[in-house]
């Protein structure tokens, strides 16, 4: 039985199709790059691939923080329940004498 909506990147061919388009656009912009003038502030600035080099290598910086980062902020997967497993039971014994939570 088929009732799984399949949509338009499940197909294999459609991301490759996709990935074609970005190689094509990638390219012309390249390409353009050669061709176009840029008025530049600085001498790297006109290097050929300045600046898909310079995405690239921001992109990589930032996936390498954010690896850093999760490492930093990373919790338990049960981090909120147990916090929220001990407020009650610190609840339950105060004040409380029929069940009754405080908020």
């Known amino acids: ?3 799984e909506k399949e949509y338009l990147f499940d197909n ?12 094509a656009c990638c390219a ?6 050669l061709v176009v003038h840029r008025h530049t502030e600085h001498t790297w600035e ?3 691939g300045f600046y898909p080099l310079y ?13 850093w980062m ?7 997967e049960d981090y909120y329940a147990s916090q929220n497993a001990v ?6 014994g105060e004040g409380s004498s ?6």
Do not use: D
Request: with cysteine.
């Open 12 to 23: 294999p061919r459609n991301v490759q199709w996709l990935m074609r388009g970005f190689y």
């Open 28 to 33: 012309v912009l390249l390409g353009l790059e």
């Open 87 to 92: 407020g009650e039971s610190e609840s339950l």
């Open 1 to 3: 039985m088929k009732n």
């Open 70 to 76: 999760r490492g930093l902020l990373m919790r338990p």
């Open 46 to 48: 006109g290097l050929v």
């Open 98 to 103: 029929k069940g009754e939570t405080a908020r």
């Open 55 to 67: 995405g690239f290598i921001g992109c990589v910086v930032l996936v390498l923080i954010a690896k």
